[in-house]
């Protein structure tokens, strides 16, 4: 991954669905001043994903709240209907913003972008997890195979969230 702590968020476009239709905006614009969570996994509907990646970041986004993060944005490679969808199976609410980078613009400047052509995705993002305050990268985690969570897991940011 070329992102590193202290580096600026690359202001690249992504989409979020808003009242059922795709909206395109600058990441900046969506994640705001303040201090936020951002993690990245493969795709949408995907085991490690859904079995263990997304849930933990469902059940533990109060208990992350509390440690002073603001909002909690997944972001993915799959378009704004399927995050929105896989949002709304699991129940993310308000707790976990979804978010789309159906073209890896945000994936390919921070260097995450991963071939698993041979498991029929093409073209996806690594597993990571950033704490970003005010777009400055303050803490940042990427998994090496994107078949593991425990480095980008909700429980390990709460065990390093000051």
Known sequence: MK?????QIPDTEIF??????????????IIGNGKI???????AFTSTCSKLHLPGFIANADNIKLKGIQNIFCLSV?????????????NTGDKIKMLSDPYLLFTKA???????YAKGMGIRSNRYLMVIENFTVVSI??????????LTSAENLLKHLL
């Open 110 to 116: 921070i260097g995450a972008e991963v071939d698993r």
């Open 78 to 90: 799959n378009d704004p209907y399927v995050m929105n969808g896989w949002g709304e199976i699991n």
């Open 37 to 43: 969570v951002l993690f990245g996994l493969p795709g």
């Open 141 to 150: 985690h990427e998994e090496k195979e994107t078949k593991e969570c425990g």
């Open 3 to 7: 992102l590193k702590i202290d580096d």
């Open 16 to 29: 979020q669905l808003v009242n059922g239709e795709p909206q395109k905006s600058k990441l900046r614009e």
